[in-house]
Structure formats: C-alpha cells, structure tokens
C-alpha cells in the first residue's frame, strides 16, 4: 500500500474537497459513526432534515457520539434534539455548530472550550457530501449537481457500495488520462481522446467501438474536485450518466461508490423503468469493476513507465497534487494546467461528442 508521500503528493496527508461519507437513505435510519481521512466522526440527521457532521468524540471524557447503540437515550431514540445531538453517555448536547448547548447538570453558560469541530455537509443527489479541507478552510467550489437527478423523465440512481480497498486515491484518478487501456480493460479502444483541465475540474473525452456489445461508446467523463467523478455516456441509444466517487479513509485506503442514472421511457417511470435502470447501472458496475479488479491487485505506479501514446498521466498528477497542496498555490496549478491536450496521433472529439457534451460544464 503506498501512501501520499510516496506518490509526493504534498504537503498534506489528505485531499481538499467534497467527497461522499454516506448515502443519504443510510442517515435516513439514524446516527452514523464513519471514519475517514484518518479521524473518526459523527455524522446525523437533525430534526429539520439537514445531515450534520462532528467530530466524533465528546469534549466532557471523549465518548464516541455515534458508535454506542445501547445506552438507553439512543434506544429511545431521544439522543436528537432538533439540529442536536446529546452525547450518550453524560448527555452533553452540541448543536450543529460544534459548540455545546446544553449540559444537563451545570447551570449557567456551557463553557465554549468544550466546542467541537463541525462539518460543511449537503445531500446532493442521494449522497450525503462533506467539504474537507485539511487547512480548515470552506468550500472553495459547489458539489457537482446533475439537474436529471430532479427530472422525472430519469430514473435516480441506488449507489452500490463498494467498500474500502488499499489503494491510494492517485491509482484512481490515473484513469482520467489512461487512453491505452480503454481497449484491453474495458473492449472499447478509444479512436478520439481529449483531456481538458479547468481549475478544479479535469474532463476526459473519447469515444471507440466495443467490440462486445457491438455498439460505439462515446463518453464525457469529469472530476469535480478528487473525490467525485461523473460521466455522461452515449452507448448505442442508451444515454446515462455514472456516477464513482471516492473517499480517503485512511492515507492509502479508499472507500468506494457507483451508482448510474438512466433515463425512463415513461414519466411517471413504470416498475419497467426501474428495473431497466438497474440493469443498466449493474452493466456499468460490470464494466467499472474490471478497473477496480486491476487495482485491487496491483502494486502502486509511484513512477510510471510513460509512452508517447500513453495519456497525459504527468499533467493529470499534477492537477490531483493541487489539492494536496497550500490552499494559496491553487491559481499557480491553474495556470500551469488550463487548457486541453492530445495525445499524439490520436483525433480530438468531433461534431458528434460536442452534441454529448449539450449541458455540460456551462453549455
Ligand atoms: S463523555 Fe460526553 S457527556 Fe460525558
Ligand atoms: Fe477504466
């Protein structure tokens, strides 16, 4: 298992970004104790809806929030208290903002040393996001958002949960700019492929025949930030949208999601439509997982053997490397990297891709 400073990434230890903690159903069924980017945390849903993230231990003698299921205020599912939550064990009470706002047995103010760290969290298309930042910092872009997840004519996606797997993230994101193993992965050589880079954003272009299934694949695939790729596909004539994300658990661990959005023949989509959709999300899982079985096995590529043909795999490091770099070099890595680029002989996307990308990034 190789670590971030063995691919010199740097200086920090974990990626900035949004990235996924938890499917949103999942918090629908109560408190959640995950773990990821080396600490543990508390992650609820408060009473108005909205999904809360904290640090996970209390200030009073550092109970875990959300691990214990049976002291008696969870059972009786009394431990959230509108957009609160009380520690088990004492009942302490933190508001969403970390800060203590109830200690049962203490009159006067709660003493604001005993603060937490809270987390910037949404529910975006049935995943529950979180901004990390390991400079503390805000969100410094929007989670990516697809408008066919409010549109009724597309069926939403169920994420398939992955799991953790000892990979680092960099073995992942290599993918953006491997043009060469379209065709011996996955049996769809590209004939046209195209790397765009804007600021926190990195697009992959391609299209080529699968030789399979018979039909021609033409695919916009992007990452907003480390964590979140989606990719618009053109399979024949099935148009979806794929989602993968991942999220860093520990430095070199990565935990894993799929889902695919598909569109409906009918609106309201019928019993038909669904299990078509799931169809089609299982056949894009298949097509995934042939990726996630080579790293899974792998050893990591801290140097890569690098090809004329191969893809921009330097340029592709080189922007994953901007987020784990000071907050203030990020506009020196935009201006290095903005722009497209092509590898050698290979066409760029023609008429036809343009069509496929109708939406997409501000068009
Ligand atoms: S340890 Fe949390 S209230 Fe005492
Ligand atoms: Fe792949």
Redesign the pocket.
């Given at each position: 298992m190789a670590q971030a400073a063995d691919y010199q990434l740097g200086p920090h230890t974990f990626p900035r970004g949004w990235f996924i903690v938890a499917e949103s159903s999942e918090l629908d069924e109560g408190p959640m104790a995950v773990r990821f980017f080396g600490q543990d945390f508390a992650l609820y849903r408060g009473e108005s809806g909205r999904p809360v993230m904290l640090d996970a231990y209390c200030a009073h003698m550092g109970t875990h929030l959300t691990a214990s299921k049976s002291a008696v205020i969870v059972s009786d599912g009394k431990q959230i208290e509108g957009d609160s939550i009380r520690c088990p064990y004492h009942g302490w009470r933190y508001g969403p903002d970390g800060q203590l706002d109830d200690i049962p047995y203490h009159d006067g103010p709660c003493p604001k040393s005993g603060a937490i760290q809270s987390y910037e969290v949404r529910d975006v298309m049935g995943c529950v996001m979180m901004w990390f930042d390991p400079e503390g910092g805000g969100p410094l872009f929007e989670p990516p958002y697809l408008p066919e997840w409010d549109d009724p004519h597309w069926v939403r996606w169920q994420l398939d949960h992955l799991g953790e797997i000892a990979i680092h993230g960099q073995e992942i994101i290599d993918?953006m700019a491997?043009a060469q193993?379209?065709g011996p992965?996955?049996g769809a050589p590209c004939e046209y492929f195209e790397n765009e880079f804007a600021d926190h954003i990195v697009i992959q272009r391609q299209g080529g025949y699968h030789h399979t299934y018979q039909a021609y694949l033409a695919t916009t695939t992007w990452y907003t930030g480390p964590g979140l790729l989606l990719s618009k596909q053109e399979f024949g004539d099935v148009l979806t949208y794929e989602l993968i994300a991942n999220t860093p658990v520990d430095d070199g661990v990565t935990k894993a999601w799929h889902g695919a959005l598909a569109r409906a023949r009918s609106v309201p989509h019928s019993e038909e439509d669904i299990a078509a959709a799931r169809e089609i999300q299982a056949g894009a899982l298949h097509a995934?997982a042939?990726?996630f079985d080579i790293w899974r096995h792998k050893r990591p590529a801290l140097r890569i053997m690098q090809m004329k043909k191969d893809g921009p795999f330097k340029l592709v490091r080189r922007w994953y490397g901007q987020f784990y770099d000071q907050i203030t070099q990020a506009g020196e890595y935009h201006a290095e990297l903005n722009g497209t680029h092509h590898i050698k002989d290979f066409d760029a996307p023609g008429e036809a891709h343009q069509k496929l990308d109708k939406g997409l990034f501000g068009t």
């Open positions: 993918n491997d193993h379209l992965t996955h995934f042939a990726d």
